[in-house]
């Protein structure tokens, strides 16, 4: 019975009005980038004349609205950026206002006009950098702690220069220490952070390919009429782990600070890593009292009608070239 009530949700769900919402990050490239999910602006450019001519781009609020009513459009698509890097106004906006394709850009809010990058990106630098590793790495924040040691393959490693660093021998300690980063709370997070960079030798100032966006550059991205801003937390933790008071910190100080620099509160808000064991239903409820209208996931499917509007799916996007892309994009629409 629950077998053929699966089959049967499958089959009602196919045959239902859905709709893609795609979440980028960045638009900067080449770079150092072992998550692949930094588009070149060359790319992001195809990837916009693909939407404009190969489905229906939608604003969010748009594309929400009728997606609730069961009315999506064939070929509905919504287009989102997560996080609040610079490149999202000078390198992703001409694109978007060139082919005429709206996206909504989910802002970091403690990382708007701040120093410095953001820890995944320091991370990325330390880990994959372009000389040999200390024998050990140890690093201590509050009652946590990481110590490895590492082999001489580890520590001789350089990067590829294209940027992809998916084979090698660093990247299993990328994925340790990004877990391990994950789990801290934020004022922790930027303490270990900085005992890595030390660590690693690289320089302790960011690259301006990391740079966030300043609350002038905040404000010119949200005057243009392609543009819709939203909320991304505070600090950009994996909210499911954290206090559920500080669930609510989050997403309703993230509300306020986007209201006070922009005039009015947004009404979409994307969680912080955005897979459902990063969410929760405390996530959830915390969206909600702050006033949200709507929550994006990264849980890699179609959306359709019955998904609940503080977990609605989206599907992110890496450095794919533009056949890949629209591969990908009519995959997602027949699935």
Avoid at 34 to 41: E, G, I, K, R, T
Avoid at 96 to 112: I, Q
Avoid at 122 to 134: E, I, K, S, T
Avoid at 184 to 208: K, M, T, Y
Wanted: charged residues 25%; contains cysteine; proline residues 8%.
């Amino acid at each position: 019975m629950r077998r053929w009530r699966a089959r049967l949700g499958r089959l009602v769900r196919r045959r239902s009005p859905r709709g893609v919402v795609l979440c980028y990050h960045r638009v900067a490239g080449p770079r150092l980038d072992p998550a692949q999910l930094d588009v070149s602006p060359n790319d992001f450019a195809v990837h916009c004349d693909i939407l404009r001519t190969s489905a229906q781009p939608l604003p969010l609020d748009a594309f929400e609205k009728a997606r609730r009513a069961g009315a999506l459009p064939p070929r509905a698509v919504a287009v989102t950026f997560d996080d609040g890097y610079a490149d999202n106004l000078h390198s992703a906006l001409p694109a978007l206002e060139m082919h005429k394709v709206p996206a909504t850009v989910f802002v970091t809010t403690a990382g708007v006009g701040a120093p410095g990058e953001f820890w995944w990106d320091a991370l990325a630098r330390a880990v994959f950098a372009p000389h040999a590793l200390p024998a050990t790495v140890e690093l201590i924040a509050g009652d946590a702690r990481f110590v490895q040691a590492l082999g001489p393959e580890v520590r001789s490693a350089l990067p590829d220069t294209s940027g992809d660093q998916s084979t090698s021998p660093r990247r299993p300690l990328y994925a340790a220490l990004s877990a391990w980063l994950r789990a801290l709370p934020s004022a922790h997070q930027s303490a270990a952070v900085a005992e890595l960079i030390a660590w690693s030798g690289v320089d302790a100032e960011a690259p301006e390919a990391h740079r966030r966006l300043r609350v002038d550059e905040l404000q010119a991205l949200a005057r243009s009429p392609f543009i819709a801003i939203g909320g991304h937390s505070v600090t950009h933790p994996v909210l499911g782990r954290r206090p559920a008071d500080e669930q609510h910190l989050e997403c309703a100080e993230s509300r306020a600070a986007l209201a006070q620099w922009l005039g009015a509160p947004p009404r979409h808000f994307a969680y912080p890593f955005g897979e459902g064991r990063d969410v929760g239903p405390g996530a959830e409820r915390a969206v909600r009292a702050a006033g949200y209208d709507a929550a994006f996931t990264t849980d890699a499917r179609a959306a359709w009608r019955w998904d609940r509007a503080t977990s609605v799916p989206r599907f992110a996007i890496q450095a794919w070239s533009a056949d890949e892309f629209a591969r990908r994009l009519d995959g997602w629409f027949e699935e």
